[in-house]
Every structure is written in C-alpha cells, then in structure tokens.
C-alpha cells in the first residue's frame, strides 16, 4: 500500500506559476512509477504526465508539454509538479499518483491522492 497526500494547489492568474507537491508513505516510493492525472468541472479525468521510478523518463501530456515539469525525490519520498504558464484550461483538481506497472498505453494507477485544486483565473 502507498498513500499519497497532495498539496500546493490554489488560485493563481493566467501565465503564473505554481508547484504542487506528493508526499507519498506506506512502501517504498522508488518502486512506483508515479504520474499525475487531473479533473475538470464536467470533464473525464486525464494524463497530465508521469516519471520513472529511478526520475530518468518523463512522459507528458500533450496540452502541457513545454510547460510542466514532473520530478521525483526518492530519498525524500516526494514528486512534484512544477506548472508555470498556467492558462485557465490549466482549472482543474490535481491527483498524484503511483503506479507498480511502467508507463505505458493505458496506463492505469494502482495508488491515488485525495487531489489538490488548481484554478487559474483569466
């Protein structure tokens, strides 16, 4: 089992920045392939980007590349989302998560936060 805790989120304006943290306990985090899916308002739930276990393969989501960066500290037991030029489409609740299987199609996580909110305003 891992539970996962995110936080960072809030409001912040269009073009600003902000980095949402995951604080992860339970097993050991560098066995995870850890990734964070987002949810807006009327929207299905979609990839935002993932890591590898060791942090060497990042993997984004189109609508986002170039603008998040995904990181990892194993010693730390913590992942990051690093957001900047942030656009109102950007609204959404954040969840990190973790998965035992490496990212790939259909990659589906075993392990899910309770989500953090971020809205960006226009």
């Known amino acids: 089992q891992v539970q996962l805790v995110e936080s960072g989120g809030g409001l912040v304006q269009a073009g600003g920045s902000l980095r949402l943290s995951c604080a992860a306990s339970?097993?050991?985090?560098?066995?995870?392939?850890m990734g964070w899916f987002r949810q807006a308002p009327g929207k299905e739930r979609e990839f935002v980007a993932a890591?590898?276990?060791?942090?060497?393969?990042?993997y984004y989501a189109d609508p986002v590349k170039g603008r998040f960066t995904i990181s990892r500290d194993n010693a730390k037991n913590m992942g990051y989302l690093q957001m900047n030029s942030l656009k109102p489409e950007d609204t959404a609740v954040y969840y990190c998560?973790?998965?035992?299987?490496?990212?790939?199609?259909?990659?589906?996580?075993?392990?899910w936060g309770q989500g953090t909110q971020v809205t960006v305003s226009s």
């Open positions: 339970g097993r050991t985090f560098s066995g995870y392939t």
């Open positions: 998560t973790a998965a035992l299987a490496s990212y790939g199609s259909s990659w589906t996580p075993n392990y």
């Open positions: 890591i590898s276990r060791s942090g060497g393969i990042t």
